[in-house]
Every structure is written in structure tokens, then in C-alpha cells.
């Protein structure tokens, strides 16, 4: 709890740098009733501007389809393209473009193709494809469903290979080719090969153990940041001397709708906009400082169950946004969050476990083992655009906040357990 003094105190200090007012409980008549916002700067953008993606990233230009922010994705074609029945195409180079990684993760990331999936990792997420051979399908149709699914599909996962520039016609004829040698079962050498018989993967590691789980460190980090003093003389120290017991729950009922920002507003973001406005330290999203402080808030609440306030009209409209935004077909895959992790939840996408939603939040911020990194939802989010190329936004962009919102709801009632540990 804040002791009166040390917020008259601190009002003061931030009323001289003109910031803003800290309104101090107990001067209202009706103290009991009203509970005190917590200070916010709302100006300034809570990440480095303008964005710049992590190093290390893929760098290209995905403006031209559509992203969370904007729409640009050309329309899919609506008759199927007049080819003919004589593809004559290289099947030997159909059956390598198949399993080609640089190619938006190719064919391999979903089907099964007899001998070309073997020992590569191949997915389920789509229907095994190693007897498409024998289905009788015609060149016309398969080079048409393999150039743009949609048009005999709208609903399709399928990114549409051809009309989004991954593969051109005389490598789709190839690839064409490649699909009418397929006749027989495929056989694996190992289960590990095989999506079907590939166990899922299970997290049993002591997520709250140092040496297992090395983003603990966090919570260290976070208490020595929650001491330092700022240049105007506060630390979060200065008004919560006892962050234990203030914030036992308090990570568990965020995100939440911020009428002074009209966005949804994470832990995260807070935390840059509040040290600012109390404090005067600027703790941006996506620093260490952030994701330290950010990791201690979700720590500290470790074991309530996730319960937001999804009560007033404006939360009620940011949750359907999020809704909304979680089925847009983004980037040049032309993928939606609810075709990874909806419709073909619960397979394999290579070597990759698609997770649905329920599960997927009580563990940020994680560890990331194949990183060595800590990454809070908002970068999980860009990393979960940037694969299916498409352009990430800014971590404190208003459609991120609705889409936390949304997984949020999803996942009422579950406990928090953070730092995790994820692959
Ligand atoms: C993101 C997952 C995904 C990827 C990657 C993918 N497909 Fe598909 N594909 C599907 C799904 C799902 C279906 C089932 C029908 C549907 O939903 O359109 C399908 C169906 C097909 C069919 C129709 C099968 C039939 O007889 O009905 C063909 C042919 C096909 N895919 C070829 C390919 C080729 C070739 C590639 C690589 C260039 C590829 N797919 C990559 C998801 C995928
Ligand atoms: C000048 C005093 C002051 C300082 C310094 C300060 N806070 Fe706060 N904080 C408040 C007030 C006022 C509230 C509103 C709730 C309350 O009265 O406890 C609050 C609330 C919070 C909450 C709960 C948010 C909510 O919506 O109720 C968290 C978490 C928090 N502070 C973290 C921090 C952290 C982390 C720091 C250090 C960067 C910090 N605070 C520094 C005054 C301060
Ligand atoms: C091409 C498929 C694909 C799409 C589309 C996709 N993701 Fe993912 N996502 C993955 C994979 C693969 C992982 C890592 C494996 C896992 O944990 O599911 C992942 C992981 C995640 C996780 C972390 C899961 C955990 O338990 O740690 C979250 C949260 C997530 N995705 C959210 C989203 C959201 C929100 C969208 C849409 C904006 C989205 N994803 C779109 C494939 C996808």
C-alpha cells in the first residue's frame, strides 16, 4: 500500500516536471467508493519509434498484403485458370520445390507426400497426399488448386502459391508432375518421422527452478530496478514498499480496457507508462528493463487464475475486434491466427506443435529455449506474423491489445505460471 506522504510527495515532485497529477485517495468525500487510477502517461508511444524488427529477423517487405493494421492482400481469382490437361512438367524438381523451407515452409509443412516427406519433418496439418496419384485428379484442377486453392475453396488454409508469387507456373507444372508420381503409402524410418506417430510435445521442466529455467533472473533483475532510484530521486520502492503483497493478483486481471488511452492496455505497457509518469524512467516495450519488470508483476501473481473485466461496452467491443482480428488472413501465406492455431490445432506444422489458444498465455513472458531469450506475448504475436510474412506492428499497437484481450478470455480461469518454459 502507498503511504500518504510519499504520494503527496511525489505529486508534488511530478506537478514541478509538469507530467501530471497523482489524485491522492482519501481527499474525496466518498473515499471508500472510489478507487485511485494508477498514474499513466498517455502521450508518447510506449515503443521505440518508429518500430524497427528484431535483429537477426527476416527483413522483407510484406506491404503489399494485408497485415493486423492494414488491408492490401490482392483478391483471390474467382474462375480456375484454362491450362489444358498435357502439364509437362520435371518431376524430379517438383519432388525438391515440395520440400523447399525457403519456400514459405513449402508443401512439407502440412502434407505428408510419400517418400519426399521422410526424414524431413513433415507435417499433418492437411490431409497426407502420398496416393494423390490414384485420385484421378486432372493437371488442370490440381495445378489450379496448387496456384490458388481458394478458387475451389474459399475456406482453405492453403496459401495460394501461385497468386502470391511463391512458385512460378512452370514450377507448379513441375510440382504438378511431381503429385501424379505419388502412389503408394509413405513409409517412415522412425515414429519421430511420422506426424501421426510423433508425440506431442509436454513442458515438465520446474519453470520456477534458476538453473532450469535461466529467465529468473528476471525476477532478480526486476527487485533491484524496483529499489534504483531515477534522476527525480523515485523508485516503484518510493509508493509500493511491499509489491508482494500489493500485487499478489494483480498481473492475473490485466490486460484490461484503458479509457485514458482508449486501447486495451497490457502489463507490459503499463509498466513503460507508468515509471514514466511516476518515476520519470523510461522503460520502452521490448528492453530488458521492461520485460524484467514485466516478468516480476506476472511472478508475483503466479498461481491466481486469469479473471479480466470484460464488463463495460468498450471491452465488450475491443474483445469482438480481437476476435475478428485473430481470423484476418495476413501476409503473403495468407494465414490467420485461427488457421494455425484453430483449425489445424493439435498437429504438426513441420516439426512445430500447433497449440490452441487455451494454454497458450498463463506462461508469458517465457523462456525461450531455442533463443536463450525472454519474449512477452506482444513479440510472440509479431514472431507468429513475421513467419507467414507478413509485416509485424509495433508491439503497442491498439489491434495487438485487442488480440491479447481476446486470448485473455480464452484463457479466464487458468493460473498464472511465469517465467515458462517453451521451445
Ligand atoms: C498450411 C497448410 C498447407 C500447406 C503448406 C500446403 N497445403 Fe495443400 N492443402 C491444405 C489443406 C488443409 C488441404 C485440404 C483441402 C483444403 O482445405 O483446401 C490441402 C489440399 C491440397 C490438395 C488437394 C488434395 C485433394 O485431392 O483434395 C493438393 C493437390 C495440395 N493441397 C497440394 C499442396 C502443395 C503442392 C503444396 C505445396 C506447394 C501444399 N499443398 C501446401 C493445406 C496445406
Ligand atoms: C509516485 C508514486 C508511485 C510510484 C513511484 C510508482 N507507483 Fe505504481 N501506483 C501508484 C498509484 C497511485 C497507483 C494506483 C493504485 C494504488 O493506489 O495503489 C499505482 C498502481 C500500481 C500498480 C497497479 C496498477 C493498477 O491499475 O492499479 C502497479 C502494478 C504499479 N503501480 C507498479 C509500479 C511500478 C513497477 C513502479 C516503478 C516503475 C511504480 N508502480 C511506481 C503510484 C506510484
Ligand atoms: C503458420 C501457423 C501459425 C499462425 C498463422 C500463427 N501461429 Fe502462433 N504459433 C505457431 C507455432 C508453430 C507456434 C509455436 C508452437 C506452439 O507453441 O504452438 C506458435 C505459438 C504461438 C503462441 C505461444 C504458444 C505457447 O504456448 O507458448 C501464441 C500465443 C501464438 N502462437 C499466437 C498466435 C496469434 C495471436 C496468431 C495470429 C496473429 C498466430 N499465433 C498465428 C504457428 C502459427
Known sequence: MIRAGMVATSA?????????????????????????????????????????????????????????????????????????????????NGAKLVA????????????????????????NAAPDLSEIGNAGREDEWLFNYVYDARVYNPETIMPPWGSHGFFNDQEINDIVAFLKTLKSPAAFKTALDDPNKRPAPVEKRDNLDS?????????????????LKSASGFSCNSCHSDPKETFKTWAASMPKWEPRLDKVLSVEEFVTRHAKATTGTVWLMETDENRAMSVYLHFLANGAPRKIDTSSAEAKAAIERGKVLSARKVGQLNMACTDCHGKA?????????????????????????????????????????????????????????????????QNEGLKLSVPGIRH
Open 12 to 92: 508534488v515532485a511530478l506537478i514541478v516536471a509538469g507530467t501530471f497529477a497523482v489524485v491522492v485517495a482519501g481527499s474525496s468525500a466518498n473515499a471508500q467508493t472510489k478507487t485511485r487510477e494508477a498514474p499513466l502517461e498517455t502521450k508518447d508511444a510506449a515503443s521505440m519509434q518508429p518500430w524497427k524488427r528484431y535483429a537477426g529477423w527476416p527483413t522483407r517487405d510484406m506491404s503489399k498484403y494485408n497485415s493486423l493494421g492494414h488491408l492490401a492482400t490482392p483478391p483471390a481469382p474467382t474462375e480456375p485458370r484454362k491450362i489444358g490437361n498435357q502439364i509437362g512438367g520435371d518431376a524430379a
Open 100 to 123: 523447399d523451407r525457403n519456400r514459405g515452409g513449402s508443401c512439407l509443412a502440412c502434407h505428408v507426400m510419400g517418400s519426399a516427406g521422410n526424414a524431413d519433418l513433415p507435417g
Open 211 to 227: 538453473i532450469e529455467n535461466p529467465a529468473m533472473w528476471a525476477v532478480e533483475k526486476a527487485q533491484e530496478l524496483w529499489k
Open 345 to 409: 490445432a493439435n498437429h504438426w506444422i513441420r516439426g512445430q506443435w500447433l497449440g490452441e489458444p487455451k494454454g497458450q498465455y498463463d506462461h508469458f513472458p517465457t523462456w525461450r529455449t531455442s533463443l536463450l531469450a525472454i519474449w512477452d506475448i506482444r513479440q510472440r504475436f509479431q514472431w507468429c506474423q513475421v513467419n507467414i510474412r507478413a509485416d509485424e506492428l509495433p508491439p503497442d499497437a491498439k489491434e495487438y491489445g485487442d488480440l491479447e484481450f481476446y486470448l485473455a478470455m
